[in-house]
């Protein structure tokens, strides 16, 4: 249950903080001011949730496959390169 309850405190930090300011967040927002609320919120919501079950589904079959360790070189060297190219201007 302890696992349960940490993956879920994280999961939300984790997409709560990244989606703060974002322009996903500021497009809802107008489209919220402009439209429906309820319709607005049901779809923002259903939106995330697919968005998510995707990281999910296809974190588990790679986390499967591929070890940690490998997992967390690859992704480290992945935020520099696009940290890198941000920073040159490109694109």
């Known amino acids: 249950m302890h696992d349960l309850l940490a993956a879920t405190v994280a999961a939300f930090g984790i997409v709560f903080f990244a ?3 974002d322009k996903t967040q ?3 927002a107008t489209l919220a001011a ?7 919120w049901i779809g923002s919501t259903v939106g995330e949730v697919a968005s998510g079950m995707i990281g999910v589904l296809a974190g ?9 360790t490998t997992l967390k070189w690859v992704s480290a060297l992945l935020f520099v390169a696009f940290g890198l190219a941000m ?5």
């Open 87 to 91: 920073l040159a201007g490109w694109p």
């Open 19 to 21: 989606e703060l300011g």
């Open 60 to 68: 588990s079959m790679v986390g499967d496959r591929i070890p940690a």
């Open 34 to 40: 402009r439209s429906n609320l309820i319709g607005t």
């Open 26 to 28: 500021i497009a809802i």
